[in-house]
């Protein structure tokens, strides 16, 4: 398995913006596909984004589609999500996650390994 670390997230007003971090140890990071997802107070864990094992292909949920990018650099072990026009519902905090599956919008269930999250807050 995989050990991630997310970092990045913090307190940023309505329309701002904010980078996650996600680092992987081990030597196989390129054999996953990623994803992040979010969990706000009260609510289910939901599918944010994800990429496959080169990059080539990304997925997003509507809800942040034309706003968030994720991205990796496979020889820094590290996935990104970029986070732009940030709104008050996207408060959360955000994991992300490692599937030596398939790629795609999965479900949490899909993935094996999970960071210890990460909390954005969006302030109106």
């Known amino acids: 398995q995989v050990q991630l670390a997310e970092s990045g997230g913090g307190l940023v007003q309505a329309g701002g913006s904010l980078r996650l971090s996600c680092a992987a140890s081990g030597r196989t990071f390129s054999s996953y596909s990623m994803g992040w997802f979010r969990q706000a107070p009260g609510k289910e864990r939901e599918f944010v984004a994800a990429?496959?094992?080169?990059?080539?292909?990304?997925y997003y949920a509507d809800s942040v589609k034309g706003r968030f990018t994720i991205s990796r650099d496979n020889a820094k072990n590290t996935v990104y999500l970029q986070m732009n026009s940030l709104k008050p519902e996207d408060t959360a905090v955000y994991y992300c996650?490692?599937?030596?599956?398939?790629?795609?919008?999965?479900?949490?269930?899909?993935?094996?390994?999970w960071g210890q999250g990460t909390q954005v807050t969006v302030s109106s």
């Open positions: 990429i496959s094992w080169a990059g080539a292909h990304t």
């Open positions: 996650a490692a599937n030596r599956g398939p790629y795609g919008a999965l479900p949490p269930s899909d993935f094996g390994s």
